[in-house]
């Protein structure tokens, strides 16, 4: 049993309200799963930049002149916000493969945790609130995000094992459920070039998703074809850089609720994680139904009814 949660923005006057609004909505989970958390926040871009999220477990030692240390060694200037045990590194455009490299090189035990051009991961052994408070969470902005607060069942109560995973530019995903055939999954797209780095099933529905995307999938077209190729009970909310996605098993055993206004797309693993949301006494409120593929973009504004093809 997890929590799962997931707010994507309409209207922009929310924005510098979306980690506060995400925080408070995780929190309402923690009975669901007190064993580690995580929050993926899109915020703003800077052209010719990108971003990539790191974790050390000995940050004063791992952060200190890592950012000169990469700069030296990438040939483009690298900065540096250290939160916590995390750091968000500002590195050049096109950059990520050649920075991934440099870390080994410098120190093998910093952990990257996202990469994109807009997207930051924040995740760690804990209650939602601890987790929240440690990275500054609440105050952080950005057009949307998913949480997820985990009861640990396929590995290890670690920081690698709390969700969410990203294993594509600006691509992540929370999961609620258990898959049955990730083991096979995961031998196969490692084949295909996918880097996985965990034992858990959850980075495999994200592996997953990537996968079909860089071979021309859509979103909706990609979680599609999760509801063919992943065996087991899942409920997942997918983030990308425009958008974000829902997906429920054939059989929906696993709880959720959905919410639209005009301002707003809420997703809780539970009614309670929306209650607190802004304008929701007037919100539609809906169970996404089995085997369904909900998605929003702000590129195109779909309709919380539309499926993918």
């Known amino acids: 049993m997890c929590g799962i949660v997931g707010l994507f923005l309409k209207d922009k006057a929310l924005e510098p309200k979306l980690g506060e609004m995400l925080t408070a909505m995780l929190i309402t989970m923690t009975d669901r799963g007190p ?33 000169k240390a990469l700069t030296k060694v990438i040939g483009g200037t690298v ?25 080994d090189g410098i120190d ?36 949307h995000g998913i949480g997820h607060t ?23 995903l929370v999961h609620n459920g258990s898959l049955s055939n990730h083991n096979n999954l995961r031998r ?55 958008g974000l996605g829902v997906v429920r098993d054939p059989i929906a055993c696993k709880p959720a609720v959905m919410a639209e206004t005009d301002q707003y797309v809420a997703f809780g693993s539970e009614y309670r994680a929306l209650v607190n949301l802004p304008g929701i006494e007037n919100a539609r ?5 089995p085997a369904t593929v909900y998605f929003w973009n702000h590129d195109t504004s779909p309709t919380s009814s539309e499926k993918a093809a």
């Open 35 to 67: 064993d580690s958390a995580g929050i993926a926040i899109y915020g703003a871009e800077t052209k010719g930049r990108a971003k990539m999220t790191v974790q050390s477990d000995t940050p004063e030692t791992a952060f200190a002149g890592l950012d």
């Open 79 to 103: 900065k540096m916000t250290v939160k916590s045990t995390h750091a968000v590194l500002d590195i050049p455009e096109g950059t990520a493969p050649a920075v991934r490299a440099a870390l």
């Open 108 to 143: 093998a035990s910093i952990r990257v945790m996202s990469r994109g051009s807009s997207l930051e991961i924040y995740k760690e052994v804990g209650l939602p609130k601890d987790v929240a408070e440690r990275f500054g969470i609440a105050k952080m902005s950005g057009t």
């Open 150 to 172: 985990r009861m640990a069942t396929e590995s290890a109560v670690t920081t690698m094992g709390a969700h969410p995973y990203n294993t594509g530019d600006d691509q992540c």
């Open 188 to 242: 196969t797209l490692r084949r295909e070039g996918i880097l996985i780095e965990t034992e858990n099933d959850t980075e495999v529905g994200a592996a997953y998703i990537t996968w079909q995307m860089q071979n021309g999938a859509t979103l909706g077209e990609a979680l599609t074809s999760s509801l063919d190729d992943l065996d087991g009970f899942f409920t997942f909310v997918v983030g990308t850089k425009d």
């Open 285 to 289: 409120v809906w169970e996404p139904e």
